[in-house]
Antibody
Framework: EVQLLESGGGLVQPGGSLRLSCAAS????????MSWVRQAPGKGLEWVSA????????YYADSVKGRFTISRDNSKNTLYLQVNSLRAEDTAVYYC??????????????WGQGTLVTVSS | QSALTQPASVSGSPGQSITISCTGI?????????VSWYQHHPGKAPKLVIY???NRPSGVSYRFSGSKSGNTASLTISGLQAEDEADYHC??????????FGGGTKVTVL
């Protein structure tokens, strides 16, 4: 059974940082691209970032470019998102999602339950 | 990259059919057959219901179908059931090798 379990969310002040993690199991993690998708309160889903299977290519939404960094450790079956210079508008539930392909984002066949990031003073 | 355009809400009675539109541009919806649809019940993980415009994953009801014409994709739910009440989000691959979502549509079963 495929499982994606996010962690690392919490309350952080504007300008602060967090590292989100996503522990994957039930599939061969190293051959699939992975993404982070977020949903702000009352808003739709927003794709944030993706990383290719071998960690050599990353992709970012313009809204987070330069502030967020996606990475993965295929030996630990874990996806990460380092979020820096946080703003109020980054407040959202952050989901980890498994792509059906190995290189760039297409669509997601499995999602985690999400981890909440709240940016507030 | 601007979000795809979806109606904020759609409603229907049990047994009826409803259609949700998802409008983009030639560099996303119109240019690729990587349009997908997700069903999202609040507090749960989103679930893929349609991929590559019109394909249903294993286990998804035949009542869900997808199509595309030009820059607009559509999701149709036939034989509407109470369990279909949820938010529905479309997404598309883009020419920048990124992904873009729509704003989401709340489906209400009357």
């Amino acid at each position: 059974e495929v499982q994606l379990l996010e962690s690392g969310g919490g309350l952080v002040q504007p300008g602060g940082s967090l590292r989100l993690s996503c522990a994957a199991s039930g599939f061969t993690f190293s051959i699939y691209a992975m993404s982070w998708v977020r949903q702000a309160p009352g808003k739709g889903l927003e794709w944030v970032s993706a990383i290719s299977d071998s960690d050599d290519t990353t992709y970012y939404a313009d809204s987070v470019k330069g502030r967020f960094t996606i990475s993965r450790d295929n030996s630990k079956n874990t996806l990460y998102l380092q979020v820096n210079s946080l703003r109020a508008e980054d407040t959202a539930v952050y989901y980890c999602a498994k792509d059906v392909d190995g290189y760039y984002p297409h669509y997601f066949d499995y999602w985690g339950q999400g981890t909440l990031v709240t940016v507030s003073s | 990259q601007s979000a795809l355009t979806q109606p904020a809400s759609v409603s229907g009675s049990p047994g009826q059919s409803i259609t949700i539109s998802c409008t983009g541009i030639s560099s996303d919806v119109g240019g690729y057959n990587y349009v997908s649809w997700y069903q999202h019940h609040p507090g749960k993980a989103p679930k893929l219901v349609i991929y590559e415009v019109s394909n249903r994953p294993s286990g998804v009801s035949y009542r869900f179908s997808g199509s595309k014409s030009g820059n607009t994709a559509s999701l149709t739910i036939s034989g509407l059931q109470a369990e279909d009440e949820a938010d529905y989000h479309c997404s598309s691959h883009t020419s920048s090798n990124t992904l873009v979502f729509g704003g989401g549509t709340k489906v209400t079963v009357l």
